[in-house]
């Protein structure tokens, strides 16, 4: 997930347009663009939250279900899961195992629909050449989904509202998966059913964590710094494409190829 960006917005969704200086780097012999399938995630690779919706209804759903204060200070919230966020601020604090494990699901399905009840407050962002880099992996044949530790009515809500959906024949999400590598698993599973069973699966991911999982599961990882983590930072990794953001990697394919 992402944690909320206090600018104001007065439209639902808009384009990030403010840009870094473009850097690409790709290993050599691996075609970013020539892969069979890709699992996008969603909050700091697809489009970033200027509004609290989703952060906000962490607080609420464990205040209204389980009637306790929920802290997230000193947890990981980007490249996680929402049922990671939620262990992990659990295991920080004196609630007994048993009693949030039992509360987890229900905690989860108010989050669901507090914010579905919200979906029209969302302000969200694109982030830049998305609608341009998906349209050029569907021209090339690839099957595109989506890889998230977001609920999944919660990323779909994400992605109806910034007029992505078309673009996704499938996804991948938390509902049933703590760790981001088993989420990962499962929607791998989902593409090869539509691409193949030998297709190439490749992941694309703004954190560590996404290259992580990615490894975990023998898979390519397309990372962007277009979320909180640094080029310098997600090269550490060794991802197989590393970008200032999708735009410059279109950019650095496609501006080639003119």
Not at 162 to 182: I, K, M, N, P, Q
């Amino acid at each position: 997930m992402s944690t909320p960006d206090a600018t104001a917005h007065a439209v639902r969704y808009t384009t990030q347009t403010a840009e870094p200086p473009h850097r690409v780097h790709i290993v050599t012999g691996f075609h970013w663009d020539d892969q069979q399938a890709y699992l996008f995630d969603i909050d700091g690779t697809l489009l970033r939250s200027r509004d609290r919706i989703h952060y906000d209804s962490f607080f609420e759903s464990v205040r209204e279900v389980m009637g306790h204060d929920l802290d997230l200070s000193g947890v990981t919230l980007h490249g996680n899961t929402d049922p990671g966020i939620l262990r992990d601020a659990f295991l920080q604090t004196t609630v007994e195992d048993s009693h949030w494990r039992v509360a987890l699901e229900e905690v989860l399905e108010r989050m669901r629909t507090t914010v579905a009840a919200r979906r029209d407050r969302m302000e969200l962002v694109r982030m830049p050449a998305i609608e341009e880099t998906l349209r050029h992996l569907a021209a090339r044949g690839a099957k595109l989904g989506v890889a998230t530790g977001n609920l999944e009515a919660i990323g779909w809500v994400k992605i109806e509202t910034v007029g992505l959906r078309h673009w996704f024949e499938f996804g991948g999400f938390s509902d049933d998966y703590v760790e981001r590598a088993d989420m990962i698993a499962h929607a791998a599973e989902k593409a090869r059913a539509i691409a193949g069973p030998n297709a190439t699966v490749c992941v694309v991911g703004d954190t560590e964590f996404d290259i992580t999982a990615a490894r975990a599961n023998g898979l390519p990882t397309i990372a962007v710094a277009t979320g909180n983590q640094s080029f310098e930072q997600l090269m550490q990794r060794k991802p197989e494409v590393c970008a200032t953001s999708l735009q410059a990697l279109l950019h650095a394919t496609t501006g080639a190829q003119k």
